[in-house]
């Protein structure tokens, strides 16, 4: 499986899936969501809106993948995974970001997706750090065992962020 970094605006990638850092409501929020919601169009709320009115308490749970089309956005599916909030390391979250990433992967391939772009997730008003989380999302896609997935692309939306990306990528596992 071929593991790209970019910087750039996830919503004009052409991939076969995008992954949505999404808050557990699964309706668009800030950051990579609403960019995400905005540019799908209003296709994207009203299946979301669906897929929420058939989830339990009517939310998504941290660390689960949903799947749902894409709008208006080139890619054919929108991966919609709520990660976890930041508080200390000790509550779980790395376990919580790195089931983000693997039940995405699962839900690309369950798809048969050949490529799949993942937004650095959790890190903007998550309040994850970036060092930590850029090791996780690494890890857990190297550990992952592809049979459709061909290529898996972070899309940063910031430089920094992709050094940081590419420092965990070209690290010896």
Do not use: W
């Amino acid at each position: 499986m071929n593991i790209e970094v970019v910087t750039g605006n996830i919503t004009t990638l052409e991939v076969d899936a995008i992954v949505n850092a999404a808050n557990c409501g699964l309706l668009g929020g800030g950051g990579v969501d609403g960019a995400i919601h905005r540019a799908a169009g209003k296709e994207l709320y009203e299946e979301c809106l669906k897929l929420v009115e058939g989830l339990p308490e009517h939310r998504g749970t941290t660390g689960q993948a949903y799947l749902t089309g894409a709008g208006r956005l080139p890619c054919k599916f929108v991966i919609h995974t709520p990660g976890p909030v930041y508080r200390d390391g000790e509550h779980g979250e790395p376990q919580l970001l790195a089931n983000c990433y693997e039940n995405s992967l699962r839900r690309a391939e369950e798809m048969k997706c050949s490529s799949i772009a993942f937004p650095c997730i959790s890190t903007g008003v998550y309040g994850y750090p970036k060092e930590a989380a850029a090791e996780i999302a690494i890890r857990t896609v190297r550990s992952f065992s592809p049979v459709t997935l061909e290529k898996v692309v972070f899309c940063c939306f910031e430089p920094g962020d992709e050094e940081i990306y590419r420092k965990f990528l070209n690290k010896k596992s």
